[in-house]
């Protein structure tokens, strides 16, 4: 492949566009300039794919979909503004070699065309946690194919694999492919928050963000179940695949912003990886040079002996 280029952590809140958010976007300042940034950052990469994971697609329990209609498009009707439409060409190449490398490593990938969006009772449409980005990647005039990923409620180690198989499929396609995953953060951060409030919610974001900052992946994978569930996020399943996409790239990490002003946090973090470079990625990776099959090997014999 060319290049994976970079890509960014982004929250997706519908009133982060203007014509939704009117006066409140205010409240967002820091997000919202910090996603201007983001988007004139990855236009100057000049990406020919996006790949972009979202949480809020067709989830299913036992696998990932993706999106393999030629063309996907969506508004935000939903949220009161119709008229903004947002439509993009879907990299269906990469779709296919992505299916078929992630059927080798293991991890079931629903393959969602329109006839079988029918059965399943689904649109293959953009969602809001792929339009939010999107609207500001339009914005800063990038122009390019997309994969729509959605998560699956997957343990987080079939992400994180499910991401290595992205990077393995891409690899021989000449692309420039940059990586948008779209996560809010805590939504328990204040008393009326929209899930409630804990007390240990700003203590997972704290933890998650600094752990990104760092490249740490044993810092993403020891957080705490419990404090997991506190948090009642709806990003750290993105979080794994990108994880998972960027193994064994030298990647750097920058926080461009981070608030919580409505009791749920927003991250937005820029990667950029370093061309032609390869190396552990986020801290010590004992995994990072192993195939497929030793890794599916190493993953079997640790959970005979953990369990």
């Given at each position: 492949m060319?290049q994976i280029v970079g890509?960014?952590?982004v929250p997706?809140?519908?009133?982060?566009?203007?014509?939704?958010?009117g006066?409140?976007l205010?409240?967002?300042e820091?997000?919202?300039?910090?996603?201007?940034?983001m988007?004139?950052?990855?236009k100057?990469?000049n990406?020919?794919?996006?790949?972009?994971?979202t949480?809020?697609g067709?989830?299913?329990?036992?696998a990932?979909s993706?999106?393999a209609?030629p063309?996907?498009?969506?508004?935000?009707?939903?949220f009161?503004?119709?008229g903004?439409?947002?439509s993009?060409?879907t990299?269906?190449?990469a779709?296919?070699?992505?299916v078929?490398?992630?059927?080798q490593?293991?991890?079931?990938?629903?393959?969602?065309?329109?006839?079988?969006?029918q059965?399943?009772?689904l649109?293959?449409?953009?969602d809001h946690?792929?339009?939010?980005p999107?609207?500001?990647?339009?914005?800063?005039?990038?122009?390019a194919?997309?994969?729509h990923?959605?998560?699956?409620?997957?343990?987080?180690?079939?992400?994180?694999?499910?991401g290595q198989?992205v990077?393995e499929?891409?690899?021989?396609?000449e692309?420039?492919?940059?990586v948008?995953?779209s996560?809010?953060?805590s939504?328990?951060?204040?008393?009326?928050a929209p899930?409630g409030y804990?007390?240990?919610?700003r203590?997972f974001?704290?933890?998650?963000?600094k752990?990104l900052?760092?490249?740490?992946?044993e810092g993403?994978?020891?957080?705490?179940p419990a404090l997991?569930?506190e948090?009642?996020?709806c990003?750290?399943?993105p979080?794994?695949i990108?994880?998972?996409?960027?193994r064994?790239l030298?990647?750097?990490?920058s926080?461009l912003?981070y608030?919580?002003?409505?009791g749920v946090?927003?991250?937005?973090?820029?990667?950029?990886?370093e061309?032609g470079?390869r190396?552990?990625?986020?801290?010590?990776?004992?995994?990072?040079?192993?195939s497929?099959y030793?890794?599916?090997?190493?993953?079997?014999?640790?959970h005979f002996?953990l369990?």
């Amino acid at each position: 492949m060319k290049q994976i280029v970079g890509g960014a952590l982004v929250p997706h809140p519908p009133m982060l566009i203007p014509e939704i958010g009117g006066q409140s976007l205010q409240e967002v300042e820091k997000t919202r300039l910090a996603m201007e940034k983001m988007s004139a950052r990855i236009k100057s990469w000049n990406p020919d794919t996006l790949i972009v994971i979202t949480p809020h697609g067709p989830v299913f329990r036992d696998a990932v979909s993706i999106a393999a209609a030629p063309k996907l498009q969506g508004d935000f009707a939903n949220f009161g503004a119709g008229g903004i439409r947002i439509s993009a060409e879907t990299d269906l190449e990469a779709v296919d070699a992505i299916v078929k490398q992630a059927g080798q490593y293991g991890i079931p990938v629903l393959r969602i065309t329109e006839n079988s969006a029918q059965r399943y009772g689904l649109a293959v449409t953009l969602d809001h946690g792929a339009l939010v980005p999107m609207y500001y990647l339009a914005r800063a005039g990038v122009k390019a194919k997309i994969v729509h990923i959605t998560v699956g409620w997957l343990e987080y180690e079939d992400l994180f694999m499910f991401g290595q198989a992205v990077q393995e499929a891409l690899r021989p396609l000449e692309r420039r492919v940059a990586v948008i995953c779209s996560g809010d953060l805590s939504h328990r951060l204040t008393p009326d928050a929209p899930a409630g409030y804990s007390k240990h919610a700003r203590g997972f974001d704290e933890a998650l963000v600094k752990a990104l900052e760092r490249m740490d992946l044993e810092g993403v994978r020891n957080l705490e179940p419990a404090l997991i569930e506190e948090a009642g996020e709806c990003g750290l399943r993105p979080v794994y695949i990108l994880l998972g996409i960027f193994r064994g790239l030298k990647v750097g990490a920058s926080k461009l912003s981070y608030e919580g002003p409505f009791g749920v946090g927003y991250a937005v973090i820029e990667f950029q990886t370093e061309v032609g470079a390869r190396m552990t990625e986020m801290g010590v990776d004992k995994t990072a040079g192993e195939s497929v099959y030793v890794n599916l090997a190493r993953r079997s014999l640790e959970h005979f002996v953990l369990t």
